[in-house]
């Protein structure tokens, strides 16, 4: 896997920028999506009657099978979505913090600029709030908006892309899962991978999560690990 922190120019054309949030808009070192996993576990945990390492290893089958674990809990348990979006949002936002650089560097971009997330909009614009990037986004679709209905899914992405009336071909996606780029490379977005550094772990984060493609994988057209680096190249 070959990292660039410069777009030299192949992004030119672009005028929609799609931002995922959770572990792309912010640094996965700080942690913050750590609260909601754990959340998460224990939601499973109750839903099911399950002792810890079992409920996890399903929520984690499920994450990886439904692209979302409450997309696997609507199918097999009929959680109600609600309850649980409350539930494992109730999280400490403190970890996050300002990032004027990384802002600027978005509001300079030529054209629209949106978040698209598997989380609710609650939780985005908490994550916005503690980054200085209230106001910064033209829209903020979430997981409400495609219906439960998560990314790595089709109707998630035709569901943003209708809704904003962007076309693909102007637009480009970024998302620190290579397996949510795969349907944005087919609309014929371009796409950039924002993986964390290559020394990060975590004991909660299985390895197959930090979602790194392989080497000249064709639905991956850049990848970075310093997204305000990355987006510098471009306003260059």
Known sequence: MTITNDADGALDHVREWV???DNTLYP?????FAQVDLLITRYVMEMTGLE???????????????????????????VDPEDYLDKVHAIDYSPVQPNPELVDHIAA??????????????????????????????????????????????????SFLTFHQIAPEEAAMFDDLEKNLFVPHLK???????????????DQVDAWELGRAAEGAEHIHHITDDLAAFLASINR
């Open 19 to 21: 931002f995922d949030l």
């Open 28 to 32: 996965r070192t700080c942690d913050l």
């Open 52 to 78: 810890h390492d079992a409920a996890r290893r399903l929520q984690k089958d499920y994450y990886r099978d439904h692209g979302t674990t409450l997309n696997g809990l609507m199918i097999h348990h009929e």
């Open 109 to 158: 971009l030529p054209g629209n600029k949106y978040v698209f997330t598997n989380a609710d909009q609650g939780h985005a614009r908490a994550v916005l709030a503690r980054l200085g990037a209230t106001d910064l986004f033209d829209g903020v679709f979430g997981i409400r908006d495609t219906g439960y209905v998560p990314k790595p899914e089709q109707f998630a992405f035709e």
């Open 188 to 202: 014929g977005m371009a796409t950039v991978h924002v993986v964390a550094d290559e020394d990060f772990s975590h």
